[in-house]
């Protein structure tokens, strides 16, 4: 019984990645967004890249490797070095967002 309860707690928790994702997806096509441009993302998975804003330009990114997820951070690794940041602050290409889209909604089909 308490296997399926959480069973379905992660296919309504997928569900809603799934519907976040969309909304993310339409947002930035309707305003014309470029592929290559970096946007917040509000799924992140352990051992995937992404990039955090650079502390001394907002317009650079570094690329940072999740370590470990917390509740309201991740630990990342960048270049050695690991150290926690917001899950606001991790970036991913907005052409990744469609792939990782994909992706998800194929395994919740």
Known sequence: ?????????????????????????????????SQDKYIPTSYCEVGRTYRIPC???????????????????AVVRVNGEEFSVPLSDLHILLSEV?????????TCD
Do not use: G
Not at 55 to 70: F, G, S
């Open 1 to 33: 019984m308490s296997a399926d309860i959480k069973l379905s707690k992660l296919i309504k928790d997928m569900q809603k990645l799934i519907k976040d994702m969309e909304n993310m997806l339409q947002c930035h096509q309707q305003k014309s967004v």
């Open 55 to 73: 502390e001394d330009n907002p317009n650079c990114y570094r690329k940072a490797i999740v370590t470990k997820l917390m509740e309201d951070f």
């Open 98 to 106: 469609q792939d990782l889209y994909s992706r998800i909604y194929s």
